[in-house]
């Protein structure tokens, strides 16, 4: 079933638990990890080089390549992105489908993360941009520790 079909069968049901049972096949929870995945293989990275390369615990990266942690913070997300060297569409489809609001040029913070990303800058020199711009810096989040 495409999202669209789903979508519009969402919107004509009266009951949201008979939806959800009756459509727990259609949720696709694995597509972060498996999008994830796709690209460290790509980029030939391993969950080691992932992780010293987008300043994030070993273990953690491990287990978010395996799919066996939940898809992590926008922040984190923003990190593996300058750890693969992503591209801003490649970024922004990790960050839908981990369940977080896409890269947007009209949002500050945001701007200077796309423009840190075309540029292929690493995450410390996107950071000092940040700070520099007055904004926060994208390991403002905390990395599970596992």
């Known amino acids: 079933m495409t999202t669209e079909e789903l979508t519009n069968k969402l919107k004509e049901c009266d009951d949201i638990d008979i939806f959800m049972n009756e459509n727990a096949s259609e949720f696709d929870e694995s597509a972060f990890a498996k999008y994830l995945s796709e690209l460290a293989r790509c980029n030939n990275i391993n969950g080691s080089k992932l992780a010293i390369e987008s300043d994030i615990n070993v273990a953690y990266s ?4 395996r799919g066996s942690s939940k898809a992590p913070g926008r922040d984190i997300m923003l990190k593996l992105a300058f750890g693969l060297m ?38 410390e020199q996107a950071n000092e941009l ?4 007055n904004l926060p810096p994208i390991y403002q989040a905390t990395t599970p520790a596992h």
């Open 62 to 65: 491990y287990s978010l390549l």
């Open 130 to 133: 940040l700070l520099q711009y």
């Open 86 to 123: 992503l591209s801003v569409d490649q970024t922004n489809r990790l960050l839908t489908l981990g369940g977080a609001a896409p890269l947007r040029s009209k949002v500050r913070r945001d701007s200077v993360i796309i423009f840190c990303l075309e540029k292929k800058l690493q995450l």
